[in-house]
């Protein structure tokens, strides 16, 4: 296992548990426990958790892993979620993208589409998030509108009044929104208060909201409010959605689909 591949493993852990010991972290990845120290060691430099006897426990009280860090997590689940969240939209429309990785497996989505493979452009998609920008830039079938604003290193997105100033001039078909909960009584959330500020005028901007969030974000709320549940249009979530989830989500008045 690469160092890379470790610490993505390593972080991705001690967000699920909030603490990790030493030779539980080295049996659990099959490496020595001297590797694990001197990982943790690394880890807790660039401020990525917080070194104790014995082991480590998450960088302060709400963490959030950033995205260069995140593993291929409910990888399959966010695939399918992103194939059914692009079969939503339709060519010619104006799409706007938050950041995550789902809505970064949505833009893939998107890119393999064979009716989206020309036209001019087949579709307009406007997003805050370096990452699915970059990755879109390349297909010139689609026309990038990237706003401005100052980069979030955790989530490559663009934030403050530089992107309020472009996503207040635009007008859009439908909005895909990535979240770290989302919740009946709580709406959708995400850590950071500055993205949720964009992201909800992304979704004001939208003639339709469209959540997409694998079932681990179904039932939690962060810190950041974007939007309550009523103004979301439709859910797209994974099988492992629980029926009275499903069902309290549907009785808010959302179409839900578990793929």
């Known amino acids: 296992m690469s160092r890379d591949a470790r610490w993505k493993a390593l972080l991705e852990l001690l967000v699920e548990r909030g603490r990790l010991d030493v030779e539980e972290a080295a049996a659990g990845l099959?490496?020595?426990a001297a590797t694990?120290?001197?990982d943790f060691d690394q880890l807790a430099e660039q401020q990525m958790l917080v070194r104790t006897r014995g082991g480590a426990v998450v960088h302060g009280v709400s963490y959030e892993l950033p995205l260069r860090y995140k593993t291929a997590r409910h990888a399959s689940e966010k695939q399918r979620i992103a194939k059914a969240?692009?079969?939503l939209l339709a060519p010619g429309e104006a799409v706007g993208l938050t950041g995550g990785t789902t809505t970064t497996e949505v833009a893939r989505a998107l890119a393999v589409r064979t009716d989206l493979a020309s036209g001019s452009p087949s579709l307009t998609v406007v997003t805050?998030?370096?990452n699915i920008a970059n990755e879109l830039a390349v297909r010139p079938q689609f026309k990038i509108v990237l706003t401005g604003g100052v980069a979030r290193p955790q989530s490559y997105e663009l934030i403050?009044?530089?992107?309020?100033?472009v996503l207040s001039q635009v007008t859009l078909d439908v909005a895909v929104l990535g979240v770290v909960g989302f919740d009946v009584a709580h709406g959708a959330s995400a850590h950071d208060e500055a993205e949720a500020a964009v992201n909800?005028?992304?979704c004001e901007r939208a003639e339709r909201v469209v959540v997409a969030a694998d079932s681990s974000k179904l039932g939690r709320r962060a810190f950041a409010r974007i939007c309550s549940a009523e103004?979301?249009?439709?859910l797209v979530t994974d099988a492992a959605a629980g029926p009275e989830t499903v069902r309290a989500f549907e009785e808010a008045g959302l179409r839900v689909l578990a793929v």
Not at 160 to 165: E, F, Q, V
């Open 200 to 202: 909800r005028l992304l």
């Open 85 to 87: 969240v692009a079969d």
């Open 36 to 38: 694990i120290r001197r």
């Open 128 to 130: 805050n998030a370096l």
């Open 160 to 165: 403050g009044p530089l992107a309020d100033g």
């Open 231 to 234: 103004s979301v249009d439709t």
């Open 30 to 32: 099959g490496v020595s």
